[in-house]
Nanobody, 119 residues
């Protein structure tokens, strides 16, 4: 069983640069894809960024050049990060980390989410 716990959200001013973290515990099958997703009120949950087992990354057009996804691996524990720069009010959303068997596949494990509010 995989557990994901996000942290690092909060209220920030436009132009700010917070970093989100997602602590991941549990077994990896070695090919997992990890991603950050966000959901604004009244909107669908969309993927923001993803990183695969080879550390290849992909980004939504709306955050490309502003957000950076990365991962650290320490034995059985992994930590996923999302460095967010040049935040805009439209980046306001609940941010979730998620794991899938492969990038583009169905997310099988979700964190509880962390709110980011940009004003």
């Amino acid at each position: 069983h995989v557990q994901l716990v996000e942290s690092g959200g909060g209220s920030v001013q436009a132009g700010g640069s917070p970093r989100l973290s997602c602590a991941i515990s549990g077994r990896s099958n070695g090919n997992d894809c990890l991603g950050w997703f966000r959901q604004a009120p009244g909107k669908e949950r969309d993927q923001v960024a993803a990183i695969d087992a080879d550390d290849s990354t992909s980004y939504a057009d709306s955050v490309k050049g502003r957000f950076t996804i990365s991962i650290s691996r320490d034995n059985a524990k992994r930590t996923l990060y999302l460095q967010m720069n040049s935040l805009r009010p439209e980046d306001t959303a609940m941010y979730y980390c998620g794991q899938s068997r492969w990038c583009g596949g169905r997310v099988t494990d979700w964190g509880q989410g962390t709110q980011v509010t940009v004003s």
